[in-house]
């Protein structure tokens, strides 16, 4: 079974800077595309960042310019690098990927189980 550990979430002051982790584990034979998603109570859950398998990315608008998405194919690990952190940042954020379990199967989305991050004015 794969599974999808996201870590570094915390309580920072506005403008200061966290950089979040995912981790997949378990049968995984390939990773396609890597993404963050955020959300806050009342709200649809919303995409943050996402890279492809070939590093292209792609981001929200109003984190443009402040958070980058990145990946290390050999850890089978993403990460998401926020800086000027702003209090409308605050939420929990998903980690989500289609992986590939095994070479004659079907390429199929998992999610995280989230990691909190609260902006403080």
Not at 3 to 24: D, I, K, W
Not at 38 to 63: F, H, M
Not at 70 to 84: F, I
Request: some cysteine.
């Amino acid at each position: 079974q794969v599974q999808l550990v996201e870590s570094g979430g915390g309580l920072v002051q506005a403008g200061g800077s966290l950089r979040l982790s995912c981790a997949a584990s378990g049968m995984i034979f390939s990773i396609n595309d890597m993404g963050w998603y955020r959300q806050t109570p009342g709200k649809q859950r919303e995409l943050v960042a996402r890279i492809s398998g070939d590093t292209t990315t792609n981001y929200a608008d109003s984190v443009k310019g402040r958070f980058t998405i990145s990946r290390d194919g050999a850890k089978n690990t993403g990460y998401l690098q926020m800086n000027n952190l702003k209090p409308e940042d605050t939420a929990v954020y998903y980690c989500n990927a289609l992986i590939l379990t095994t070479s004659w199967g079907v390429m199929r989305p998992y999610w995280g189980q989230g990691t909190r991050v609260i902006v403080s004015s």
